[in-house]
């Protein structure tokens, strides 16, 4: 009842075309009816009236564009997953069973570091524990939600702070996931992704804050100076002199040629 484009006349159709993008990735209108020929969807109408009354209600987007095969080979939209759409198609077991891999082939559905928590999380879950974990958190957030196609996409994942309670199966447990966490390292595959992308995303970052504290330091510097300036001292004058021997011009060039622009 929370996921309105899963209830009434619609229902089936609607949740068709939300697993074979959730499946396939993003596809052209032509595509998904071609697909949905076998199950019963014979109206090329129907599957476009479907589409489009779903990328209304928010749980598609435009996902790019590809040029057809057919008629006059001119470039059409590509629809695509929004994260409600995502949420949506979670009521199927299927999509629940394959989420790691509908989210890496839906191109809407993305968050810093896509590509690396999607390994990482394929590494220390099964696809059983996957599929227990995402049912009790979808079963758990649909209770707290008002009604999904009421939420704006950037407030969905606010509503998980209001979950109190996860209703997990008896005896649920990860089996793949080690007591002590440094344990994880003795995995060949999470050990080459600290080493290739983890390590040096550290790197990258401590020479970024590195530089940004330069910058603030100077800034305080000069915020120092300026502190001790009264009206009757002619602030600017005094600021010019003392400019001249802080060297200003100078710093800021020796930060540029770390290639890294905080101002």
Do not use: C
């Not at 999607?118 to 939600?145: C, K, P």
Request: no cysteine.
């Amino acid at each position: 009842m929370k996921i309105p484009a899963l209830r009434g006349r619609a229902r089936a159709n609607n949740l068709l075309i939300l697993e074979t993008l959730a499946s396939e990735g993003s596809l052209l209108k032509y595509d998904v009816h071609k697909r949905l020929k076998k199950n019963g969807i014979a109206e090329y109408s129907t599957v476009t009236r479907r589409i489009d009354s779903l990328r209304k209600k928010g749980y598609l987007d435009v996902a790019g564009r590809r040029i057809t095969e057919r008629g006059k080979r001119k470039a059409e939209s590509m629809y695509g997953l929004t994260w409600k759409g995502f949420i949506a198609s979670l009521v199927s077991e299927n999509v629940r069973r394959n989420a790691l891999q509908v989210i890496e082939r839906n191109p809407l559905l993305t968050f810093p570091e896509k590509e690396l928590v999607i390994s990482v999380l394929g590494e220390i879950f099964t696809q059983q524990e996957l599929d227990d974990i995402i049912t009790s958190i979808l079963a758990a957030y649909l209770r707290v939600i008002p009604n999904l196609e009421t939420l704006r996409e950037e407030n969905l994942w606010i509503w998980l702070l209001e979950i109190r309670e996860i209703p997990f199966p008896e005896n649920f447990q990860l089996s793949k996931l080690p007591q002590d966490s440094l344990e994880l390292l003795d995995n060949s595959t999470i050990l080459q992704i600290i080493k290739q992308r983890i390590l040096p995303m550290i790197s990258e970052y401590e020479e970024r804050f590195y530089v940004l504290f330069q910058f603030f330091k100077i800034l305080n510097e000069l915020g120092d100076f300026i502190k001790k300036l009264q009206p009757e001292d002619k602030p600017s004058k005094r600021l010019k002199e003392h400019l001249k021997t802080f060297r200003l011009e100078e710093k800021l060039r020796e930060l540029e040629k770390q290639q890294v622009y905080p101002y």
